[in-house]
């Protein structure tokens, strides 16, 4: 397996090259988003770790170039932007995950190893379960033609879930992604804003999507 990382804190990229290159993968470095773009381009590589803020050009940038030319390499954030508008805005543009610094580098192996299990399979800007449709890039989402009025942590709860429709997430997963949060097991946030989401995507519906695996966490399917 290779991987490109363009990282450019030089003492980042070293420490990430020499972890990764210890557990079996072939890792190029660019430390500037120009020459990251033109290695990105030029050689096959089975993932990208990618940073946002960049000389040359940031990270937002060379991602939408790569996929508007059509490579579908998985591609893993790893930056301090935090915010949850950026986590968004990266998955929106066709990220697979999303990492912030401050990381810790077995975290870091457990994603880089899921997302190449997953493969560069791309998902479409319109995802449609049952009767539900979502439009990521357009933040709407409808049921039966009818347009769901959603807060945006709701929509943004509602991708998550659509985007790995069939996999049970877990609450800390689902906080970590759309609230940017670690996880207190004393807190119920993930659960409420799961209550509310029910109550616009499957209350008015004979049908019901969302799932709770007891447990474990949510899933959202039309079995």
């Known amino acids: 397996m290779r991987i490109l990382i363009i ?3 030089n003492k980042t990229a070293a420490y990430l090259k020499k972890g990764l290159s210890e557990n079996g993968y072939v890792v190029d470095t660019a430390f500037d988003g120009s020459s990251g773009l033109l290695l990105a381009e030029t050689n096959e590589y089975d993932l990208l770790i990618l940073d946002i803020m960049l000389p040359g050009r940031d990270g937002w940038s060379i ?3 790569i996929r508007r030319r059509g490579k579908q390499t998985p591609v893993l954030f790893l930056t301090a932007k935090d915010s949850v508008q950026d986590r968004v805005k990266g998955l929106e543009l066709g990220a697979d995950d999303y990492l912030v610094k401050p990381f810790a580098f077995s975290e870091l192996l457990a994603r880089v190893r899921t997302v190449l299990r997953r493969g560069p399979v791309r998902q479409p800007d319109v995802i ?5 449709e979502v439009d990521l890039p357009g933040h709407r989402a409808t049921r039966r033609g009818n347009r769901l009025e959603l807060t945006s942590k709701e929509f943004s709860l509602l991708a998550l879930l659509t985007r790995r429709s069939g996999e049970v997430l877990s609450r800390t997963l689902i906080a970590d992604q759309v609230w940017g949060m670690n996880f207190d097991s004393d807190t119920n946030v993930v659960d409420v804003a799961v209550r509310r989401l029910r109550s616009k995507v499957d209350d008015p519906f004979e049908k019901k999507l969302i799932k709770t695996i007891r447990g474990v966490g949510y899933t959202i399917d039309d079995e």
């Open 128 to 132: 449609r379960i049952d009767d539900l």
């Open 63 to 65: 991602l939408s170039e």
């Open 7 to 9: 990282e450019d804190e």
